[in-house]
């Protein structure tokens, strides 16, 4: 499995537009750890600096205008402000791939649904 854990900053707010809001964790262990993950969605779970843990919907991925990977994750059943709080996430499963919408909001939404209903099942 693996581990990175990281402050929580603000990201661009797409996935709050579309009804999954995510933590994007700050990259600096990621980089400092020169991580090579591959890029896709993952099943997992999030710890928060309390302990709580959730189930989470894990992204890796694809590199931003800073020319560094995306590291988020969805919180299942989870509602609140994480910004400045430092959180792990641990990947257990290897999902599928990153995909490229085109900017098809739809067809996005249908993919994060199937996704999330699929990580609650591998939990149970």
Same mark, same amino acid.
């Given at each position: 499995m693996i581990t990175i854990s990281g402050k929580v900053i603000h990201g661009d707010g797409y996935g709050k537009v579309l009804g999954f809001p995510t933590a994007n964790l700050d990259?600096?262990?990621y980089l400092w750890k020169k991580m090579k993950v591959k890029f896709g969605v993952y099943s997992g !779970?999030?710890?928060l600096s309390s302990g709580k843990k959730y189930k989470a919907g894990i992204t890796?991925?694809?590199?931003?205008? =800073?020319? %560094?990977p995306k590291l988020e994750a969805y919180l299942i059943g989870f509602s609140g402000n994480l910004?400045?709080?430092?959180?792990? !996430?641990i990947l257990q499963k290897y999902l599928r791939g990153w995909i490229n919408f085109g900017g098809n909001?739809?067809?996005?939404? =249908?993919? %994060?649904?199937k996704d999330i209903l699929k990580i609650k099942n591998l939990f149970k």
């Open positions: 990259r600096r262990e !779970i999030s710890i890796i991925g694809p590199i931003d205008s =800073k020319g %560094l910004y400045g709080k430092k959180i792990t !996430i909001e739809e067809a996005l939404k =249908k993919q %994060l649904q």
